[in-house]
């Protein structure tokens, strides 16, 4: 799957490389490609902002450096989904994530400043995508986070393909996780799980999930499972 960034800030994305994401790239799973938005300014200054219309504080980033950076990724083909990543987006899900990883392609817009000019979105933007309901400076981190909710979901990209069972795919949160030593800090594992009973693990990890999600999260109770 490839990810086409739109950004003034290409740098930034070396910080995703680093990890399993790094890993799935260099074993071409993935491609993740920043495209500097200003490579396409076409002014003496490489301006690719600009007042608002109307006043007020702040400045817009201007449509045709996007457009020209966008055309030089797309060309004629309409097909390619361009996510704009912004405050005003639907809230990313692990639903909407497994919508995106099923297509090879997808172009990912990241604003700054007061955001893009409108016509940018009118013209270009197919979904607009946000990953909860606060402010930040710009939009990389956000499609940050959405590279990894997307690529995690490729297959070959986790070593052990431990996604059907994980929280907010089941619908609930994940049981508590132990590793050595037996004892810590007068602390023991609880004793199902060094008992090599698979069923009777299998069912207490169930149970464990259910508390969890109803003393953290009771709202995902209420929820359908996509
Ligand atoms: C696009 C449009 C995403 C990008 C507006 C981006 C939060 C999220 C940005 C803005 C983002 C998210 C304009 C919003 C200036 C903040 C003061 C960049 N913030 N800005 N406002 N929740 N910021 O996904």
């Given amino acids: 799957m490839r990810f086409d960034v739109l950004t003034l800030f290409p740098e930034m994305f070396s910080a995703i490389k680093e990890s399993i994401i790094g890993r799935a790239e260099q074993a071409e799973l993935i491609e993740i490609h920043p495209v500097n938005i200003r490579d396409f300014a076409n002014n003496k200054h490489n301006r690719v902002d600009d007042y608002p219309y109307g006043g007020g504080a702040g400045m817009v980033m201007q449509a045709q450096p996007i457009y020209d950076a966008y055309k030089s990724l797309a060309g004629e083909n309409k097909t390619i989904p361009v996510i704009y990543m912004s405050p005003q987006g639907r809230k990313l899900t692990q639903s909407m994530a497994s919508d995106i990883a099923k297509h090879d392609h997808v172009i990912l817009l990241c604003g700054h400043y007061e955001g893009v000019d409108e016509r940018i979105i009118e ?95 009771p709202e995902l109770l209420d929820k359908e499972v996509k």
């Fill in 123 to 217: 013209e270009i933007v197919t979904e607009e995508i946000s990953i909860g309901d606060y402010v930040l400076t710009g939009g990389e981190l956000p499609a940050m986070v959405l590279i990894d909710v997307v690529s995690r979901l490729i297959p070959g990209v986790l070593a052990d393909d431990s996604t059907k069972e994980e929280s907010f795919s089941n619908g609930l949160l994940e049981y508590p996780q132990y590793t050595r030593p037996e004892e810590f800090m007068g602390r023991k594992v609880p004793e199902v799980l060094l008992s090599g009973h698979h069923e009777n693990i299998r069912k207490w990890r169930e149970e464990q999930s259910l508390l969890r999600t109803k003393q953290k999260r």
